[in-house]
Nanobody, 125 residues
Framework: QVQLVESGGGLVQAGDSLRLSCAAS????????MGWFRQAPGKEREFVAV????????YYGDSVEGRFTMSRDHAKNTVYLQMNSLKPEDTAVYYC??????????????????WGQGTQVTVSS
């Protein structure tokens, strides 16, 4: 089993930045691609970003492309999501996810086997 714990959420103003972290523990050797998703009240869980197992490749959802940057540190078993130029529509609970089978990364939720509990990000206008 793999445990994922997100941190770094909070209340910020539009235009501010935040950095989310997701620390993994347990059988981290079984983790491959890792992703960030978010869910706003009354909406479906939405793909935000993914990083490949190697860390060399990243992909982003259209709504965050150019503003968010995802990275991973294998030595620390941690992935990060740097969020810049935040907008009120970025308000959501942000979830970290890990896949035990996908090396390259996917925007499809079904590809991920492990999920964190989420961290709240609120952006005021």
């Amino acid at each position: 089993q793999v445990q994922l714990v997100e941190s770094g959420g909070g209340l910020v103003q539009a235009g501010d930045s935040l950095r989310l972290s997701c620390a993994a523990s347990g059988r981290t050797g079984s983790m491959y691609a890792m992703g960030w998703f978010r869910q706003a009240p009354g909406k479906e869980r939405e793909f935000v970003a993914v990083v490949s197992w190697s860390g060399r490749n990243t992909y982003y959802g259209d709504s965050v492309e150019g503003r968010f940057t995802m990275s991973r540190d294998h030595a620390k078993n941690t992935v990060y999501l740097q969020m810049n130029s935040l907008k009120p529509e970025d308000t959501a609970v942000y979830y970290c996810a890990a896949s035990s089978s996908d090396v390259h990364g996917s925007s499809w939720r079904g590809m991920y086997d492990y999920w964190g509990q989420g961290t709240q990000v609120t952006v005021s206008s």
